[in-house]
């Protein structure tokens, strides 16, 4: 069983400047969540996909996006850095069928240090 | 605002001893209650997690105590190891999308 892969695992970037993060799911999992996590905090809800579609997100503006391929992975895009959003970002999948879930599996995050 | 507050931010016990963690959520619509071990570098990985119809749930050393009408639930880490020692974190969310609301987080570190 392949676990959560996430690319590259660190990054800088400059204000201003574009990024984007990469996911590959669990083997067998259909759902992808992304969360950030900054330095000496818990993760914070960014949003959800399923089938392709966002299916719900948190207290994110507009420049964080994504996209979910027809293989359950993943991308996150952010526009427009802030020094803020310097943080771990981690991907975890996880299993829906019907409107049953099963628990999250984490990668190991990319590191995102704006500069 | 914070869905989920967890306390403390860090503790330290000698080998053997068992740290306890405490949590307290504010949302009646949680029904799904994980808590996470993160060692630095790393992903969180599932330790352990608890449904509200229950008081009390064991997996090897890690237990967890619910108390749905405080709006409280802990992890006690019995005869905690050096290898134990890990940032650890509550959760909260609705079974049904897993969206999780974490806490903290809380920095143990066992002492041989």
């Known amino acids: 069983e392949t676990g959560v892969t996430q690319s590259p695992t660190h990054l800088i970037k400059t204000r201003g400047q574009q990024v984007t993060l990469r996911c590959s799911s669990q083997?067998?999992?259909?759902?992808v969540s992304w969360y950030q996590q900054a330095l000496g905090q818990g993760p914070q809800f960014i949003f959800q996909y399923y089938r392709e579609e966002e299916n719900g997100r948190g207290n994110f503006p507009p420049r964080f996006s994504g996209l979910q391929f027809p293989n359950y992975s993943s991308e996150l895009n952010v526009n427009a850095l802030e020094l803020d959003d310097s943080a771990l970002y981690l991907c975890?999948?996880?299993?829906?069928?019907?409107?049953?879930?099963?628990?999250?599996?984490f990668g190991n995050g990319t590191r995102l240090t704006v500069t | 605002q914070q869905q989920v507050k967890q306390s403390p931010q860090s503790l330290i016990v000698q080998k053997g001893g068992i740290p306890i963690i405490n949590c307290a959520y504010e949302?009646?619509?949680?029904?799904?209650f994980p808590w996470y071990q993160q060692f630095p570098g790393k992903g969180p990985a599932l330790l352990i997690a608890?449904?509200?119809?229950?008081s009390e749930k064991k997996e090897g050393r890690f237990t967890i105590s619910f108390n749905k009408s405080a709006k409280q639930f802990s992890l006690h880490i019995m005869d905690s190891q050096p290898g134990d020692s890990a940032t650890y974190f509550c959760?909260?969310?609705?079974?049904?999308?897993?969206?999780?609301?974490f806490g903290a987080g809380t920095t143990v570190t066992v002492r041989a």
């Open positions: 083997s067998g999992h259909n759902t």
């Open positions: 608890i449904r509200p119809d229950v």
């Open positions: 949302n009646t619509a949680f029904d799904y």
């Open positions: 959760a909260a969310s609705k079974q049904d999308d897993y969206k999780l609301s």
């Open positions: 975890a999948s996880s299993l829906v069928s019907g409107h049953v879930g099963s628990p999250l599996h």
